[in-house]
């Protein structure tokens, strides 16, 4: 018999043991035997005269026994054992005393125990809510995470709380789901499929909760409620992001497709204005970036205020933006549109205290007229804002077919003067500039040719706006600087090459490299390089334009400026830069002989240079009448027809033995 037994008369007297118990409470011999009283068998196993720990009762065997007349259970630890120990009152007054070896028990007890402590700490901490449901919708448990999203109180943390009176209790404390309906449909879509479903919900306080259902197979369910409102946000931003220009906040290039494309789909007739903001960039350049970033925040301003319902904005990067304007059924309400843009920009900004003048040249596509794809009418309102700015600027123009033509040819162009550079299709004509007085050679003007394989010579006046327009203008006058120099370190040492800087070339980081580099490069000294430049490239950012022209002089090199007299500050110019020369634009020097105000230009501009001691050429001298007029007025150079047409650089040797 496993069980240890032992029945006590009602003088608490052992009538009757087995050895068993003996074993296991370790009792010594003799100390249980029949006729042993209690009190003596608590003295000799002193187990049953001591309170164990575990028991509530705070009362030992022996105590128990003699006090009272209810059943007592104890769990007794002996050695490496756990016994347990029942003693039954029987209707004499005596005891039933078994007892039994429970370790392996205990064991499992106790593991069960440290599991579910350890359970219990996992539910604690949790980042993430947990609940249980059953097939009724009442609660069967819940972790502290649970609680605390929702702030609810114990009663409500309760097993057996219906799930409405926890909807109920966060309806009232503003946490509820703002779609308290929609709130099971994932309930029921994990029902259905028979595995995890998962909703994100909006509960009234603005949060965003994902909510993880799992069903059971008694008809319940196991949720997770996890607090997803900063990711949302995160991934709406990024959308947002990705959708909009971070400085305006408008649509960019990419949202404005998708309506594009929407608006097409439903063949609806809109029209696309593609703006491009006039002088944004000396203003950029003059004011700085972060002025320029406020100058374009203000702008959008106006721009938004100038739509009508329906019209939306976007802004495509730099200074560039787009009007889309629903239900346009005449060409006459996007052209008052348009108008009201043009009259808007064109007023004057106050930017940090600063006047500020822009305006803005606008190109209108009509859909589906002018293109039945975003690409097409894209195009297309960028076509006829080119051709808004080559009229002039600070006007709007309406997409034709023959635009497209002119803008294919320009587009041909383009890779043409690309091929052209990469294939070396560029030669350098050299023009005299002989002295007034003595008609000696003292120069030449580097003039560029492009041998074109197909249309033959093609004029500068064709593709150096073209090359500016596109940056090209960099590396091709760069080659052409190079070039010269090394050309003209075969002529005699008084003799200068004069070459032109372009105000794009000019603003290169790299330019008093390149003109360092060619001199090195061609032995060519620093005197006989003559660099003229327009004061277009004074009217960006002069500050910065003057250090480099003083840079490049103090290596010796000489700065003309040239078609001087057709600007508005030249005279202001001269006084901030000490220029070794002034080119007299060609258009006074032609009318020398009918008008009188040219003949005082010319005059008051030779006497000018006079007395700073800066050499003047007349441009353009093409006839002997010409000749005397600029002699007369006391020109020091004379450049021109007359005295010789751009030459290539084989003639120029032959030129220079004629004297």
């Not at 305006?359 to 039945?372: C, E, L, M, N, Q």
Request: with cysteine; hydrophobic share 40%; aromatic share 6%.
């Amino acid at each position: 018999m496993q069980q240890g037994v032992a029945l006590l008369d009602a003088d608490l007297r052992v009538v009757i043991f087995n050895d068993r118990i003996g074993k296991l409470l370790r009792a010594p011999k003799g100390a249980i035997e029949v006729g042993v009283s209690a009190t003596r068998m608590a003295a000799q196993i002193p187990i049953l005269a001591r309170t164990q720990q575990s028991d509530d009762s705070q009362e030992s065997w022996l105590t128990h026994l003699l006090k009272c007349s209810t059943l007592f259970y104890q769990e007794i630890s002996i050695g490496e054992r756990i016994v347990s120990l029942t003693s039954t009152p029987v209707d004499d007054g005596g005891w039933l005393v078994s007892c039994d070896d429970i370790s392996a028990l205990a064991s499992i007890r106790k593991d069960m125990a440290d599991q579910n402590r350890r359970f219990d700490a996992a539910l604690a901490n949790m980042p993430h809510g947990l609940c249980m449901f059953d097939a009724d919708k009442n609660l069967l448990l819940c972790n502290a995470g649970y609680c605390r999203l929702y702030d609810l109180p114990e009663t409500l943390t309760r097993p057996g709380t219906p799930l409405w009176q926890i909807l109920d209790y966060r309806q009232t404390a503003g946490n509820a789901p703002v779609q308290r309906e929609a709130y099971f449909d994932v309930v029921v879509e994990a029902a259905l499929k028979g595995s995890a479903a998962s909703e994100n919900i909006v509960l009234m306080d603005g949060r965003v909760i994902k909510i993880t259902h799992n069903p059971m197979e008694n008809g319940g369910y196991v949720a997770t409620h996890e607090d997803v409102t900063e990711s949302v946000r995160a991934e709406e931003q990024i959308k947002h992001m990705a959708g909009h220009d971070p400085l305006t906040g408008l649509p960019n290039r990419a949202l404005l497709r998708e309506k594009l494309e929407k608006e097409l789909a439903l063949r609806k007739r809109c029209a696309l204005l593609c703006m491009d903001l006039d002088h944004f960039k000396h203003a950029n350049d003059t004011l700085g970036h972060a002025a320029g970033d406020l100058l374009l925040k203000e702008v959008t301003d106006r721009l938004k205020k100038c739509l009508g319902e329906g019209d939306s904005i976007a802004r495509l990067g730099g200074d560039e933006f787009i009007v889309f304007q629903e239900e346009v059924q005449t060409k006459e309400r996007a052209a008052a549109l348009a108008q009201r843009l043009v009259n808007a920009i064109g007023e004057t900004f106050i930017v940090e205290g600063q006047p500020v003048q822009l305006g803005v040249s606008i190109g209108i596509a009509i859909t589906p007229d002018d293109g039945d794809t975003a690409d097409g009418v894209l195009k297309n309102a960028d076509t006829a804002l080119y051709k808004a700015k080559t009229d002039g600027r600070g006007t709007y123009c309406f997409f034709e077919p023959a635009m497209d033509a002119g803008m294919q040819k320009r587009r041909k162009l383009e890779v043409d003067l690309r091929q052209a550079i990469a294939g070396s299709q560029f030669e350098i004509y050299y023009q005299p500039q002989v002295n007034a007085g003595t008609e000696e050679v003292v120069g030449f003007e580097a003039l560029l040719r492009w041998h074109h394989p197909e249309r033959g010579l093609v004029s500068p006046g064709e593709f150096i706006a073209l090359a500016e327009e596109t940056g090209l203008i960099v590396p091709l006058g760069e080659w052409v600087l190079r070039q010269a120099c090394k050309d003209a370190a075969s002529w005699p040492g008084h003799v200068r090459v004069a070459v032109n800087i372009s105000p794009v070339q000019f603003r290169s980081p790299s330019l008093i490299h390149t003109v360092i580099s060619a001199l090195a490069d061609s032995g060519l000294s620093a005197f006989q390089l003559e660099l003229e430049i327009t004061e277009s490239v004074l009217l960006t950012d002069s500050e910065t334009a003057l250090a480099t022209l003083h840079h490049i002089k103090k290596l010796g090199v000489r700065i003309a400026m040239d078609d001087f007299g057709t600007g508005y500050s030249s005279l202001s110019y001269l006084r901030l830069f000490p220029f070794d020369k002034i080119k007299i634009d060609q258009s006074f020097i032609r009318e020398l002989g009918d008008s009188k105000d040219c003949a005082a230009i010319v005059k008051a501009v030779v006497d000018l240079g006079s007395s700073l001691g800066i050499t003047t050429t007349a441009e353009g001298v093409e006839t002997t009448d010409q000749l005397d007029q600029v002699r007369e007025h006391g020109c020091t150079e004379i450049q021109g027809y007359f005295f010789g047409k751009p030459l290539p650089f084989s003639h120029v040797e032959k030129l220079l033995r004629k004297g």
